[in-house]
Each structure stands twice: as structure tokens, then as C-alpha cells.
């Protein structure tokens, strides 16, 4: 009895220390300089890097990866239901498979095909593969963010 006597009491101590720490600090908050990966404010806005655009085309960061976009997208999204501008350019079933310097790289015979079913969508890209942007990205030369071995 004394034991739980004793350990009510302890516990009530410890809690009203916690509760008076708690009001004395409760409008400090968390830093946004404490926030994120940066450790910069996050109200800082800085200037995205340039994509890269032309020179060699890019290695593909890991086996069976898709392609980077070698040129800027700037106008071309975003990519909505009633307009893929990527489709003006690469959009020519006539050119699958082939590759010639100067002309837009054609959507692969697999974006044609209903990867729920495996069906084909006929010249019709298929509505899981219509936003390039999903698995496309452009190229940037930046530093990633945190260390990668993957």
C-alpha cells in the first residue's frame, strides 16, 4: 500500500513538472530553420536549376529506368485530360523502335497497351502511360539532397 502510495505520488511530481515545462515553452514552437533537409529557412525560395537540355544524352540511373526528358518542358505542363503537348512530337507509331538524329524519340509500343488487361489501345496511349511526367523527368545537374547508394 505504501508502495502505491509512493509511486502516485512520484508520478503526480513528475507531471506537473512536465505540465509547468510545457506552458513555459509552448509558443516556442519548432524553427522553420530546424525544419527539412536543408536547414535553411522554409520560407526561402530559391531559383530551381536550369534543366539541362541537349549534349549527351543521360545514362539511365538504374536498369530498365525511363528515359529522361533531354529539353526543357516549360509550356508543355502540366499534362491534363484535355492536353499532353509531349503527344505533338512523340506521338508517331510509324517511327516505334526506330531512332534518328534530329527526330523526336516515338512512345514505345508498351505505352500502348492497358497494363491492367494487356490489351492494346490501338494508336491510342494508354490512359496509366498519357502523363509523361509521371516516370519522365527533365535533366538537372544538382546535388541530391541526402547520400544515395541505390
Do not use: W
Not at 516505334?96 to 491510342?124: C, D, F, L, W
Amino acid at each position: 500500500m505504501k508502495i502505491a502510495s509512493l509511486l502516485t505520488g512520484v508520478a503526480l511530481v513528475a507531471l506537473v513538472g512536465v505540465l509547468q515545462y510545457e506552458f513555459a515553452h509552448a509558443g516556442d514552437g519548432i524553427a522553420d530553420s530546424d525544419m527539412g533537409l536543408t536547414k535553411t529557412s522554409v520560407f526561402d525560395d530559391p531559383t530551381p536549376v536550369a534543366s539541362h537540355q541537349g549534349g549527351a544524352k543521360p545514362e539511365l540511373a538504374y536498369p530498365g529506368a525511363p528515359p529522361q526528358i533531354p529539353h526543357a518542358i516549360d509550356g508543355l505542363v502540366p499534362v491534363t485530360t484535355a492536353n499532353n503537348a509531349c503527344m505533338g512530337c512523340h506521338n508517331n507509331p510509324a517511327l516505334q523502335g526506330k531512332k534518328m538524329a534530329g527526330v523526336p524519340t516515338a512512345i514505345p509500343v508498351s505505352h500502348y497497351v492497358n497494363t491492367r488487361t494487356g490489351e492494346s489501345t490501338g494508336n491510342k496511349v494508354s490512359s496509366q502511360r498519357y502523363v509523361c511526367t509521371q516516370c519522365h523527368t527533365p535533366q538537372a545537374d544538382v546535388k541530391p539532397l541526402v547520400s544515395n547508394t541505390f
